[in-house]
């Protein structure tokens, strides 16, 4: 059974050892993030006293494969499965009246610095950044919702900038540039994990106009329930902690950053669009929700949306793909091993021309065979040494459409491809034989060892 909201999986961390509470005080200035970067590789940790308000913080729920795959009530070898009929099989979101969102609602008086306990992470950030808000807008003439992340920098009592990134959001905020009008746009704190990988998941399988709340629906197996804004016209999850509600506002931008981004650097600081803030409402005793960039959390969130896209555009191309990972340590986005059953002799340079086709940002492809593991780096890293030959098996492609935020891009977003086929040749494949013990298997060490 999938998880049914954030709430109820802070119950199931806590319940299992995976959440610890912390009652000292902590400064939402660098000390709640140096905390929670010392534990990034888990547990979840839940601030109970964030210094100056009385909202807590909980940070680093989905730092495990394991723990994102229960949440969706299924198994980490099940994931990508799971992930691939999701994205065949959308399950639409229901409106509903009211929920528990609504519980407090404030229009007026609204301060966001004083109101949220919004961390300030890493040492040179612009300032307070909302680092899990799922921006959420519509455009209901066209039957359009779209919901993405950005980065979301408090800049204002009732003010926020935020990158976006040329693609959905992007589109949407530009159509009503056109028209010189605002783009209403709810940001939702405090989601579940289905709703959370919705909104990270793009590329060739999400077009726009694929509502991103359907596919968090099918991937916890319930419609989300959606409650409409006070504000503007925006349907958000009910069950969620906290909604801000406002407009992005045409025709102005205003300097936002620098942030400390999912690359391990500092994005720069660029005049960016602003939202004017016009309402927040929670839940009763909200919960702040909080992510860590560059953790492996982080990681994990973007990378695993990429791999049910990676795995079907491949395998729609070649029959004999077994999986697709998309590598923690390349910041979840750059670094893709595709792992095939080889049948014929060009699949593996075919791997590399669809898994580079599946999602832009990726610029290292790595194909391996079936008696290799695409999730252990060791394990690949030595199926590059021992079966592939730069001459013969590279694929090298400059200057194609890479991400905004490499900053080893010559130019801005442009960047090289390069796929490495380390797939043994199907003639000589006695001669790639990997080594055995017989009886290896077999061996329970503590009948051995004490
Ligand atoms: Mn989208």
Redesign the pocket.
Known sequence: MAVAGFREMIDLLEKNGELVRVKKEVDHRFELSAVAKKLEGGPALFFEKVRGYSMPVVVNTDYDRGIIARALGTTNPGLIDHYSLALKSPLDPVKVAGGPVKEVIRTTGINLFRDLPIPVHYEKDGGPYITTGLVVAELPENNIR???YQRLQATGEDELRLLIQPR?LWAMYGEREKQGRPLEVAVVIGNDTACRLAGAT?GAA?P?G?D?FSIAGALRGRPVDLVRCETIGVWVPAGAEIVIEGEILPGLRLPEGPFAEFTGNYGDPWDNPVIKVKAITHRREAIYHDLLTFSPEHHLLLGLPYEPVVFNTVKALVPGTLAAHVTPASCGKFHAVVQIKKQHQGDGKDAIIAALSSVRDIKLVTVVDADVDPFNPRDVEWAVATRFQADRDLVLISGAKGNELDPSCPSLAVTAKMGLDATKPLDRSHRFDRITIPGYEGIDIKDYIL
């Open positions: 779209n919901v993405s959905h793009w999400m726009l694929r991103e």
